[in-house]
């Protein structure tokens, strides 16, 4: 049996680093040194202090400052190093696979953010393997990449890597947050939970900030906003600000704005030909008949428009009673609208939970006796629900038109098909996991883990 051929290396070599969601990375070979070393910014580290992280930037190209990348990893040590200035400095290390032509083997990787380096990476001497032959008069014996690996690379297969998450919850203790926690955690990311109410914001051309307890929250990969109705316009601000810092979010400003705005959401709804029930909405009409002939007349259900839970939800059952009940909303001042009343759903309705554009799960809820109105919190019970295609489709759709990534969609049955009553921008986990004992939390969480985009500078819309 031959040996096998040493492995040639020049003094400068095309890595690729893909654990960290680096395909190509120049780096010169430096026997002088010990440890490699990886030139990174906005070093930070996050994570319990029994499995730590570290979050970093990359700019592989060094002519290319915009071209940014997000990694993160393990942290394996932390390790005092003499700079070739001889100043003392602790670095993080990291371990990652590295790969150079057909050699594929983990390295050990510091952590440096001196300005003053040429070359993104450093292959020391322990990262030497023993079939390497070194020839410092030569320069990239293995294959050369180019940074044209790096076009393309946010829709490229996700990087599984741990995700620095910020939960947005005013209520971290109620089940969807348990859930959710859980399911980020054992799926190896770190996940913080963050009052909104308790953020404030420093807005500046240079850098976005959100400060929390007097002090500026360090970046997250990504943020789950669950806010609440009571907060929505402080809330979305506060989700615009971790946006413009660079995070994920996972529903934006803009997408629950429009679904929280009952009247913009069935105008974006019926704009995309989403069958509906036939709405009417009013702030304080003078003409109270037309606007209950606009819906079919009686009976029909008048709706306050921040209602939540089913609360301000009546059904007026006669022409009268409906007349009595716009004149009381118009008296307040209040928005409403009045709706078809849909007796075939038969007191039922359907909450189908889309996650990224797919159905994680549906129920049917089925009001108490006596009751038109199926919420939960309204003594309706829920049970898994098999959706038909056209439920499936008009779900999706309507998710999709408001722009949410996760939502809930109502529907309604009815003789001439699904109509969607309200989409949800935070649709609780509870009704739904039980209903249909499937793990929801996990879907949204994976579902994270192949948008999180690895390009730092990338912005979705607000
Ligand atoms: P909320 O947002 O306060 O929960 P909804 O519009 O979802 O208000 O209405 C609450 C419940 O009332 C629905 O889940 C559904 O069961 C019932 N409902 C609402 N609108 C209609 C309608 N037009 N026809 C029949 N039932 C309805």
């Given at each position: 049996m031959t040996e096998a051929a040493p492995f040639r290396l020049g003094w400068e070599e095309w890595l690729s680093l893909d654990g960290l969601g680096l395909p190509a990375i120049k780096a010169k070979v430096d026997t002088g040194a010990k440890t490699s070393a990886l030139h990174a910014s906005v070093i930070e580290p996050f994570g319990p202090a029994s499995s730590p992280q570290v979050r970093f930037l990359i700019q592989p190209d060094p002519n290319e400052p915009s071209l940014e990348v997000t990694c993160s990893a393990p942290v394996v040590d932390r390790r005092e190093v003499i700079s070739s200035n001889g100043d003392r400095e602790l670095r993080y290390v990291i371990e990652t696979q590295a790969e150079m032509g057909a050699l594929r083997w983990p390295i050990q990787l510091t952590l440096s953010n001196r300005e003053t380096m040429t070359y993104r990476m450093l292959l020391g001497r322990a990262a030497i393997q023993p079939n390497m032959i070194i020839d410092p008069n030569a320069s990239f014996l293995q294959p050369v990449l180019g940074?044209?690996?790096?076009?393309g690379l946010p829709k490229r297969k996700p990087v599984k890597r741990p995700l620095r998450i910020a939960?947005?919850?005013?209520?971290?203790?109620n089940y969807s947050s348990l859930r959710l926690i859980e399911a980020a955690e054992t799926r190896g990311h770190v996940i913080e939970v963050i009052d909104t109410a308790r953020c404030y914001l420093r807005i500046g051309a240079v850098d976005a900030e959100v400060h929390y307890d007097g002090q500026a929250l360090a970046r997250f990969d990504a943020v789950i906003p669950r806010i609440g109705s009571s907060i929505t316009d402080y809330g979305m601000a506060v989700l615009r600000q971790f946006s413009n810092a660079g995070a994920y979010c996972l529903n934006t400003a803009g997408a629950i704005g429009r679904s929280r705005d009952k009247l913009l959401a069935h105008q974006l709804l019926a704009r995309a030909k989403i069958a509906m029930p036939v709405t009417a909405f009013a702030h304080?009409?003078?003409?109270t008949k037309d606007l209950i002939a606009l819906s079919g007349g009686a009976p029909v259900v008048l709706k306050l428009?921040?209602?939540?839970?089913?609360?301000?939800v009546v059904l007026a059952e006669t022409r009268k009673a409906a007349e009595r009940l716009v004149d009381a909303f118009r008296g307040v001042e209040a928005n409403f609208l009045v709706q078809e009343f849909v007796e075939e759903a038969g007191g039922a309705d359907i909450r189908v939970f889309v996650v990224g554009n797919k159905i994680a799960g549906a129920m049917k809820r089925q009001a108490a006796k006596g009751e038109f109105r199926s919420n939960l919190h309204r003594g309706g019970t829920a049970s898994a629900a098999k959706l038909s295609a056209a439920e499936r489709d008009i779900a999706r759709d309507a998710a999709k038109v408001l722009g949410l990534q996760v939502a809930g969609v109502d529907l309604l049955q009815t003789s001439t098909g699904p109509k969607v009553l309200e989409v949800n921008s935070?649709?609780?986990l509870k009704g739904i996991e039980t209903a249909t004992s499937k793990d929801i939390a996990g879907l949204i969480i994976e579902h994270l883990e192949t948008v999180v985009?690895?390009?730092?500078?990338q912005r979705e819309p607000l």
């Open positions: 940074y044209g690996a790096y076009q939960l947005l919850t005013r209520e971290p203790r304080s009409p003078k003409d428009l921040s209602s939540t839970q089913g609360k301000g935070s649709p609780g985009r690895p390009l730092a500078r």
